[in-house]
């Protein structure tokens, strides 16, 4: 991986603790940077109720481009510094219900015990 962070900069679009352990402490990215994208997390989830998928392929995309974004606006500003180019790793995790129904990560400790309590509950019976 050290050959890839010397031709690019690798940038995780991400705020997560364990994406960014995966990458740099397993996967070896050793000059890893962070940015936390800054497209909100709306899409219309009704409109992917047959391809759940795509949802998430959808919401990393966007994601990355709020960081292109951003790192657009910072080149502008900063037109003299030579860069390298920009890896930008993002990712989307959802859960799918039985119903094609997709959750994402919870917001509250509330929230998160109700996922598990209804993904726990299979047909009224115990998993």
């Known amino acids: 991986m050290n050959s890839i962070c010397s031709k690019y900069d690798v940038i995780l679009a991400s705020s997560s603790p364990r994406r960014y352990e995966i990458l740099h402490d397993i996967m070896g990215f050793t000059e890893l940077k962070t940015m936390v994208p800054t497209f909100e ?8 109720s047959t391809n759940p998928i795509e949802y998430a392929r959808d919401t990393s995309r ?3 481009q709020s960081i292109v974004e951003i790192l657009s606006d910072y080149q502008n500003e900063n037109s003299n510094e030579i860069e390298k180019p920009k890896l930008i790793i993002c990712a989307d995790t959802i859960i799918i219900d039985k ?3 997709i959750y994402e990560k919870p917001i509250t400790k509330e929230v998160q015990m109700r996922f598990l309590m209804k993904f726990c509950y299979e047909d009224d019976e115990p998993c």
């Open 41 to 48: 997390e709306n899409l219309d989830k009704t409109k992917y």
């Open 62 to 64: 966007r994601k990355a």
């Open 99 to 101: 119903d094609g129904k």
